[in-house]
């Protein structure tokens, strides 16, 4: 297996466990990739689990309301990019 394909593999795996992290695909209502950090706007902020984002390689979690900032480092935008085509 390639480098790419390796890292794309990586990056689908990641996304799928944010995604988890934030109370699954259903509970997403949108999600943008902005440098660092992943902004989100959830159904329900209760079913946020801040430990298993940072499980998923988060740096940190951002809570305002049903607006969540996932900070994820430079892969934001891709991760962004992967769970949107989920959606």
């Keep these: 297996m390639n480098a790419v394909r390796i890292r794309e593999k990586h990056m689908a795996s990641k996304a799928e466990k944010i995604v988890a992290g934030l109370g699954g ?20 902020a ?13 740096h940190g979690v951002v809570k305002m309301g049903t607006a969540i900032q ?3 480092g430079t892969d934001a935008d891709p991760i962004a990019a992967d769970i949107e085509d989920m959606m």
């Design 25 to 44: 695909i259903d509970n997403i209502e949108e999600i943008e990739g902005c440098i660092t950090r992943l902004r989100v706007e959830v159904g329900d």
């Design 46 to 58: 209760s079913v946020v689990d801040d430990a298993a984002l940072k499980a998923a390689g988060a």
């Design 70 to 72: 996932v900070v994820i």
